[in-house]
Every structure is written in structure tokens, then in C-alpha cells.
């Protein structure tokens, strides 16, 4: 019997400091957009940032999409293809890259998912909640670019190529 390819979208950053919520709201999105349309192979997990815990749970999954903010100099939003890495460096505030969670999935369970990595445009990170309306509008397009990519994964068994992995 085949089975579904096992889709996370991981959305991390801090609530509680405007725009490095939009992993997390993004994530909030995709579930909600999941369940309404009875996606059962797509789950969704936020947290504060990665730690290498989280390569337990990568390792159960086909295809792994990590979303958070950034203050990169991009438009709307950057998708880009993932490789396990040794490096801790990354692009956010955070302590643990996706990359380096990646290298630990691969390191400890002999799992390497197809991953990649979204990062939202932010403007604003005051201590305080509420995306800024630019955020809210790079949230909008960055959300109806994902959902079309994840598309392809709602009745794909985990045996076909998977290629929603570039922009």
C-alpha cells in the first residue's frame, strides 16, 4: 500500500516582537487552510526558534518547510532548497538554522527529508504583538505561493518525485 507524502511546515520566531511572527503566522495559516480542506498529510508546528529536538520530529516527515522572518534585504518573501549543514550560522536571530537541525535529522536517524526554507520580508521588531501592514501583505503573497507548492502534495505518494523545491 502506498502512502501520502508526510508534509511539516515549521514556523518559528517570537510573538511578542511584531514581525518575527510571521513564521509563526504563517504556520497558523497553513493549518487552518489544511484543515478546512481536509489536507490530512500536512501538520503544521511553531515554536520561539529550532533546537535539535526538532530533528526527531523532521525525521518523520518527506518534505519539511521552515518559515520565519527576516531582515534580509528581499522582496515579499525568499523560498530556497535546504542541505543538512554542520554550520549553526543563519539568516534570523535564532539559535539553531534549519540546516544544521537538517545535519542532526541526518546524523541521528538516517533521514534526510526534502527540505526548504521560507523567509518573510519584516519591517518591525518592537517589543510588542502585531504584524505591520507590510509584513501582513509579504504574509499574504508568501501564503498564496505556498499553498499552490504544497498543492502538489495533497494526493502524492511518497514514491513519485518530489520537486516543489524552487522558486
Not at 86 to 114: A, G, Q
Request: proline residues 3%; glycine residues 4%.
Amino acid at each position: 500500500m502506498n502512502k501520502k507524502v508526510k508534509v511539516l511546515v515549521y514556523g518559528y520566531g517570537n510573538p511578542g516582537r511584531q514581525d518575527d511572527a510571521l513564521g509563526i503566522e504563517m504556520a497558523e495559516r497553513i493549518k487552518e487552510w489544511a484543515e478546512k480542506n481536509h489536507f490530512d498529510n500536512i501538520e503544521t508546528d511553531t515554536n520561539y526558534q529550532l533546537n535539535v529536538e526538532d530533528a526527531e520530529k523532521v525525521s518523520k516527515k518527506d518534505v519539511v518547510v521552515f518559515v520565519d522572518a527576516t531582515q534580509e534585504d528581499i522582496h515579499e518573501f525568499k523560498f530556497s532548497r535546504l542541505q543538512p549543514s554542520s554550520e549553526k550560522v543563519e539568516f534570523s536571530m535564532h539559535s539553531v538554522s534549519p540546516d544544521y537541525v537538517l545535519h542532526v535529522c541526518k546524523e541521528l536517524f538516517n533521514k534526510t527529508p526534502k527540505s526548504c526554507q521560507m523567509a518573510i520580508k519584516g519591517y518591525r521588531w518592537d517589543f510588542k504583538e502585531g504584524l505591520s501592514d507590510n509584513a501582513k501583505l509579504n504574509l499574504e503573497q508568501a501564503f498564496q505561493y505556498l499553498t499552490r507548492r504544497l498543492e502538489q502534495y495533497i494526493d502524492t505518494q511518497v514514491h513519485y518525485p518530489i520537486s516543489m523545491l524552487s522558486k
